[in-house]
């Protein structure tokens, strides 16, 4: 089967718990409400179900290839990607004066979950281009942005984001790729680059280089480190391209996953020098990477979720359709589809749960990154800002950790056939892999989680992100259907746990650093469980009284039971979690190294 895009949660989410209609009284996005949303959700989803959905199973097969500098997509990806850009789906979130459509994240985010789920491997070619537009944003020049944000907005030049080098890994202050100045106010970039995605392809006209260089003689360590732009081919004074530059591609690397998306080992200044040109000031290169890295790992974790949505689809349809065993109830006297069997609902409705719970954590994280850029009030902007910065690492880590379990349930529905390759489910799970890995590993969104997050300002956006979700079990406690007190139980509960945790790490961090970050990974496993499961809190009242109004019925009655298999089944480990990261942390630093 291919993809059927969950529009109708989509707009739940997006209307009921992220607050559509207040983000579209934000200035900017005043024709942003809900017609709009469903309007570009739709044509997004025709794109993505008909013509990008298709080509996920052939680039599995077909991946990139490389042969003499030249790299070569999957058929269909170029074709894909120019209906891509014709359609202004690059620019979407972009502002209008440089071409875009100037629409909020979260709309936005919704299309990107889309176009994840039709193919993880294409969809990243957008990924790092929307990233590299949001540093030139922040940072570049008037002269950069109008020479390169047009066209990278309307699609026709990519972006990627140059970090890695052989010896520089996630410890960026080994980064030994060097910028000299030159007379006319260029540089002159020299050094490798690996793990660059889509550093080489033939689906754009250009490809524009983020790139981390030390320009010479500056400190060491993060702080002597710049940021240039390095296009592939120069860009003349009235934006012609002009003579290749001296960048090139010297292989891509062969990978167990995301095998279409070509990870390309960059050489700069092989043949005098790549030119590159300065982004803001030098020594400042690492904060403005951090704007393109905070929007790749938000982007990252919204691939956990859209892998995730595919592989439940497939899953799903495989249970319906696989006869075998009778029913343990008795109620068929013959072999059933296996949907019938209890374990097998208990691994859908896993699935199921843990998606809708980290799609509703993203996107009522999308709507608070608008209100932080476009709020009027400074005080509200402030709050919304360390909101989103605080779910951030746990929409990256939580989300990407969830798909890897979620796509590996899509392998044990399908049982043996699962791990036939030819069924297409053991793709999902290989893709899903990589999620957890780049852009900063869980264990390092934990770190940022605990460091930057939680300690930095003595918990006090997490007490009060506990005290939000005290108010919604407050409203919980005046119901009096089962589901609402069933949720009320353990979401009260995880949010105790929570807060333990929090006082745990906010008193402990620089005391006993060990002992904080033997749980860190713990921490924000158990943070994102429990805000995933406030959000289905809140999706559990609003279904009861739509349904009660007799709207959607079928829809509310189901979401209602998702929300309550979420506590029942995924918000309850979180006391336990709490446990093992307050009293734990002995069992985790005592052991001898020269034991392991």
């Not at 030249?70 to 979407?92: H, I, M, S, Y």
């Not at 972009?94 to 994840?116: R, T």
């Not at 009030?377 to 709050?383: F, G, M, N, Y």
Request: aromatic content about 8%; some cysteine.
């Amino acid at each position: 089967m291919t993809y059927r895009a969950p529009l109708k949660d989509m707009l739940f989410v997006m209307k009921e718990l992220a607050g559509l209609e207040a983000v579209a009284t934000l200035p900017g996005y005043e024709d942003a409400g809900f017609d709009t949303a469903s309007a570009v959700l739709d044509e997004c989803a025709k794109l993505n179900q008909d013509v990008i959905a298709p080509l996920n199973w052939e680039g599995d097969k077909n991946p990139s290839s490389f042969k003499d500098g030249v790299v070569t997509t999957t058929p269909g990806f170029k074709d894909a990607f120019r209906q891509f850009g014709a359609g202004g789906w690059q620019g979407l979130h972009h502002p209008v004066d440089f071409g875009g459509q100037g629409l909020p994240k979260l709309i936005h985010a919704a299309c990107i979950e889309m176009l994840n789920s039709a193919s993880m491997s294409f969809a990243l070619c957008p990924l790092l281009t929307d990233g590299a537009i949001e540093a030139l944003l922040t940072a570049g020049s008037d002269a950069l942005k109008a020479a390169y944000l047009p066209k990278m907005i309307d699609g026709r030049w990519t972006g990627t984001m140059n970090l890695t080098e052989p010896q520089a890994g996630s410890d960026l202050a080994a980064v030994r790729s060097r910028a000299e100045p030159q007379p006319d106010g260029s540089y002159k970039l020299f050094g490798t680059k690996i793990y660059i995605t889509y550093g080489e392809h033939d689906m754009a006209e250009n490809i524009v280089h983020l790139v981390l260089a030390r320009v010479t003689g500056a400190p060491e360590g993060v702080k002597g480190i710049s940021l240039f732009v390095c296009p592939k081919f120069m860009v003349n004074a009235d934006g012609s391209l002009g003579a290749r530059n001296d960048v090139h591609c010297v292989s891509i690397e062969h990978k167990m996953g995301i095998k279409a998306s070509p990870t390309a080992v960059l050489q700069y200044g092989d043949h005098g020098g790549a030119v590159g040109y300065l982004i803001g000031q030098e020594n400042r290169g690492l904060e403005y990477m951090f704007v393109m890295m905070n929007a790749a790992r938000y982007a990252v974790g919204v691939q956990g979720i859209a892998v995730a949505e595919r592989a439940y689809q497939k899953a799903v349809a495989y249970a319906r359709d696989r006869v075998q065993g009778r029913p343990v109830d008795g109620s068929l006297n013959a072999a059933a589809p296996i949907i019938h069997h209890p374990d097998v609902k208990r691994m859908l409705m896993t699935m199921r749960a843990h998606i809708e719970g980290c799609r509703a954590m993203a996107l009522v994280a999308a709507a608070a990154q608008d209100a932080a850029h476009a709020h009027p009030d400074a005080e509200v902007r402030q709050q919304n800002q360390a909101f989103y910065e605080f779910m951030v690492p746990l929409i990256k880590g939580f989300s990407t950790e969830m798909s890897l379990e979620v796509t590996s349930l899509g392998v044990q529905v399908h049982g043996g056939m699962g791990f036939i390759e030819e069924t297409g489910a053991a793709q999902h799970y290989r893709d899903a892999k990589i999620l957890t890995i780049y852009e900063g590993t869980t264990a390092i969104q934990a770190n940022d989680l605990i460091g930057r997050k939680t300690a930095r300002d003595g918990g006090a956006t997490a007490r009060a992100i506990a005290a939000q979700i005290e108010t919604t079990e407050e409203a919980l406690a005046a119901r009096s259907s089962d589901a609402a007190r069933a949720m009320l139980k353990r979401l009260s509960a995880a949010r105790q746990a929570f807060l333990d945790v929090v006082g745990f790490v906010a008193g402990q961090t620089k005391a006993s650093p060990n002992a904080v970050f033997a749980g860190s990974v713990p921490y924000l496993m158990m943070a994102g469980n429990v805000i995933a499961g406030w959000q289905m809190a809140r999706a559990l009242m609003v279904a009861e009284d739509q349904l009660a109004a007799g709207v959607e019925a079928d829809f509310m009655r189901a979401k209602i039971t998702t929300a309550r298999f979420y506590g029942d089944h995924i918000l309850s480990k979180v006391p336990g979690l709490r446990d093992s990261i307050v009293e734990g942390a002995d069992g985790v630093t005592e052991m001898a190294l020269d034991a392991f």
